[in-house]
C-alpha cells in the first residue's frame, strides 16, 4: 500500500478544552504535519490514540453520558 496510515474518522472537530480531534484523536499540530511524518512517526501516534480519546472524552464517573 502506497497511502500513508491516517486514524482520520472525516469527524474534524478539535474540542476546545482538550485540543484534540473530536474524530481521530490527534492534535491541530499532528494533523497539519501528519503526511510530512514518516510512517514510523505515524504509527506511533496512532497507537496512542485509543488510550488519549479514552482519558480525553470518558465520561466521568457518577455523569449521565
Known sequence: ?????????RVC??????GLCEGC???SAEITR?????E???LAIMA????RM???FAPEPGKAS
Open 40 to 42: 514510523d512517526e505515524r
Open 54 to 56: 479514552r482519558r480525553a
Open 1 to 9: 500500500m502506497t497511502s500513508a496510515s491516517s486514524p482520520c474518522t
Open 13 to 18: 472537530i478539535l474540542d476546545p478544552d482538550t
Open 48 to 51: 496512542t490514540l485509543e488510550e
Open 25 to 27: 484523536g490527534r492534535t
Open 34 to 38: 501528519w503526511f510530512r511524518m514518516s
